[in-house]
């Protein structure tokens, strides 16, 4: 599986971006998501998860209500909407599949990583 993330970009404190991470292959939807972010001098953090068969999200509390997951299994897509950024939201974004049939929502539970987008908002 390949994935190429994008939609990334400079944005003011409450507005909004919407990434995608289109996937390459043949089984996308077999596959679990998840969009991670890592801020600078930080350790990369979960953001949210999709299980793509289903549509089953999960979100962690600091994006809960901002930020919502969709997917697009005839286009091997991946969306995140993000609205309400805060500064405090200002990372790269990489979105990576799992084939864990759970909830999956640490680094080394996913085998598969796109190159990251970068994310800026401004205060």
């Known amino acids: 599986v390949q994935l190429q993330a994008s939609g990334g970009g400079l944005v003011q404190a409450g507005g909004s971006l919407r990434l995608s991470c289109a996937a390459s292959?043949?089984?996308?939807?077999?596959?679990?998501m998840g969009w991670f972010r890592q801020a600078p001098g930080k350790e990369r953090e979960f953001v949210v998860f999709i299980r793509l068969s289903n549509g089953y999200t999960y979100y962690a509390d600091s994006v809960k209500g901002r930020f919502t997951i969709s997917r697009d299994n005839d286009k091997n897509t991946v969306y995140l909407q993000m609205n309400s950024l805060k500064a405090e939201d200002t990372a790269i974004y990489y979105c990576?599949?799992?084939?864990?049939?759970?909830?999956?929502?640490?680094?080394?539970?996913?085998?598969?990583w796109g190159q990251g987008t970068l994310v800026t908002v401004s205060s």
């Open positions: 990576a599949a799992t084939s864990n049939p759970y909830l999956s929502i640490t680094t080394d539970e996913y085998q598969y």
């Open positions: 292959g043949r089984t996308f939807s077999s596959y679990a």
